[in-house]
C-alpha cells in the first residue's frame, strides 16, 4: 500500500495498464501531465494503510503478554460474540429501525447485532463458536475441571447456532457448518480425556448434561425462529443460492482482475473503477463499494504483488502447522490450539470468497489473533522444554 502511494513520472505512470482512458481526458483538456501514484484512488488507498494500525496494535499488545495470558483473549472474545448475539435477538424484538441498530447503512429488521452487515455478524459468530468449544477443551482436560463451566460453554454454543441462522445470512450457514467439525472434534477429545480418568463419575453426570443441552437446543432454536423475520426465513429457504448479484459479478471481477494485472488499481479503488466496468444488468438501486468477492478484489487492487504475499502467508501458516504436529515433543493442547486457530481463518478464507469480512475492524483484530497464536506456538515450547 506504502509503495502504490509512491509518485510515478508521466513516463511510467502512463504505461502502465488501464491508464490510457486518463491520458486521454488530460489530453483533452490540456492538462499538464504531473507525476501521480500507481493508485488510481490514493486517498483511498491511504485509509487502507492506516486501516493496517488494527492487526500492528494487536501484533503489539499480543506481544507484551505473557505466553500463559496469551490465549485468554479468545475467550473475551467470545463473550463479545455473545453480547453481539444479545443485541441480535432484541433487535428482532424491536422496530427494524430502532435505536439498537447502530449504523445509517445496514440491513434493518435482521440480526446484525454490533455490525452493520448480517453477513459480517454470521462469520464473526461463527468462528466464536470455534473458540468457544477450544476453551471447553482447555477446561475439560484440567485435573479437575468444574462441571458448571463445561455446561456453560456448552450452552453457548447452543445457544450462538440458531442465532447465526436468524441472521438470514447464507454464507453464515455455510461457514457454520463448516465450524462444525472442528466444534465436534474438541468435545470428543476433552470427553475422551475426562473418561480415562474417571469414567463412572463422567458417565453418570455426562447423561445429565446430554439431557440438559437437547431441552436447552430445542428451546432455543424454537425460540429463533419465532423471533425471526420473513426475510431471513425465505433467504435461509431460497434454492436459488448462486443466483443474484454475485454471481453475474463473477465475470466483470476476472476481467477487472486481467485488465489491472501486474500492478493492480490500488488498494481501496475498487468502488472507483468499477463504474468503467457496470453494466446495465448490473445497475441496482445502492451501489456496489466492495467486490463481495475478497479474493479476486485482493488481486485487482493489489495485483501481482498482492499474490506473492498471499502465497508467503499461506506457506508460512503450513510450516508452522507442519512444524507443530511433527513435533514430538509438542503436547495435545498445542496441536488442539493450531487446530483452533487454523479453523478460524479457514472461516475468514471462506467467507471472503462471498463476503469481505477482514475488512470489518474486530474481524481482522480476530485474525490477528490467531496468526499471532500460530507465530508463538514454537517459542512458548521451547520455553517449556528448558523449564522441564
Not at 465436534?184 to 469414567?199: C, E, M
Not at 451501489?287 to 475478497?294: E, S, V
Request: proline share 5%; glycine share 6%; with cysteine.
Amino acid at each position: 500500500m506504502a509503495v502504490q502511494l509512491v509518485p510515478l513520472p508521466p513516463a511510467i505512470w502512463t504505461q502502465l495498464p488501464q491508464r490510457e482512458i486518463y491520458l486521454e481526458i488530460a489530453l483533452l483538456m490540456e492538462m499538464e501531465q504531473h507525476w501521480r501514484p500507481l493508485s488510481l484512488a490514493p486517498t483511498k488507498t491511504l485509509n487502507s494503510l492506516f486501516s493496517m494500525s488494527i492487526p500492528l496494535a494487536t501484533c503489539l499488545l499480543f506481544i507484551i503478554q505473557t505466553p500463559e495470558s496469551r490465549t485468554r483473549i479468545m475467550p473475551f472474545i467470545a463473550v463479545l460474540g455473545l453480547v453481539s448475539g444479545g443485541i441480535a435477538l432484541l433487535q428482532l424484538l424491536g422496530s427494524p429501525n430502532g435505536p439498537l441498530y447502530f449504523y445509517d447503512i445496514t440491513n434493518n429488521g435482521a440480526a446484525v447485532g454490533l455490525f452493520s452487515n448480517r453477513n459480517h455478524q454470521a462469520i464473526f459468530l461463527a468462528s466464536v463458536i470455534i473458540m468457544l468449544a477450544w476453551h471447553f477443551s482447555v477446561i475439560g482436560a484440567g485435573r479437575h475441571p468444574s462441571t458448571l463451566s463445561l455446561l456453560a460453554i456448552t450452552l453457548a454454543v447452543l445457544a450462538i447456532i440458531p442465532l447465526i441462522l436468524v441472521t438470514g445470512s447464507r454464507a453464515g450457514i455455510l461457514v457454520m457448518l463448516v465450524a462444525i467439525f472442528p466444534c465436534a472434534y474438541f468435545y470428543y477429545a476433552a470427553v475422551r480425556r475426562k473418561n480415562r480418568r474417571s469414567a463412572d463419575k463422567i458417565s453418570k453426570n455426562r447423561k445429565l448434561i446430554i439431557m440438559g443441552l437437547a431441552v436447552a437446543f430445542l428451546s432455543v432454536i424454537a425460540l429463533a425462529f419465532v423471533l425471526a423475520r420473513a426475510e431471513a426465513l425465505d433467504r435461509l429457504l431460497n434454492t436459488r443460492f448462486f443466483e443474484g448479484i454475485r454471481a453475474n459479478l463473477l465475470p466483470v471481477l476476472w476481467q477487472m482482475a486481467k485488465d489491472y494485472f501486474p500492478f493492480g488499481s490500488g488498494f481501496g479503488s475498487f468502488q472507483h473503477i468499477f463504474t468503467r466496468y457496470e453494466s446495465l444488468e448490473l445497475l441496482r438501486p445502492n451501489y456496489l463499494n466492495q467486490a463481495h468477492n475478497d479474493w479476486l478484489q485482493f488481486l485487482i487492487e493489489g495485483g501481482v504483488a498482492a499474490v506473492f504475499v498471499a502465497i508467503a502467508l499461506l506457506i508460512w501458516i503450513s510450516a508452522k502447522t507442519i512444524d507443530v504436529f511433527r513435533n514430538t515433543r509438542a503436547y495435545s493442547g498445542q496441536r488442539r490450539l493450531v487446530i483452533a486457530n487454523l479453523s478460524i481463518l479457514g472461516v475468514m478464507a471462506l467467507a471472503s470468497a462471498g463476503d469481505y469480512p477482514l475488512r470489518v475492524p474486530i474481524i481482522m483484530m480476530v485474525s490477528t489473533v490467531s496468526l499471532c497464536l500460530l507465530g508463538s506456538l514454537e517459542r512458548v515450547e521451547r520455553r517449556s522444554v528448558k523449564t522441564g
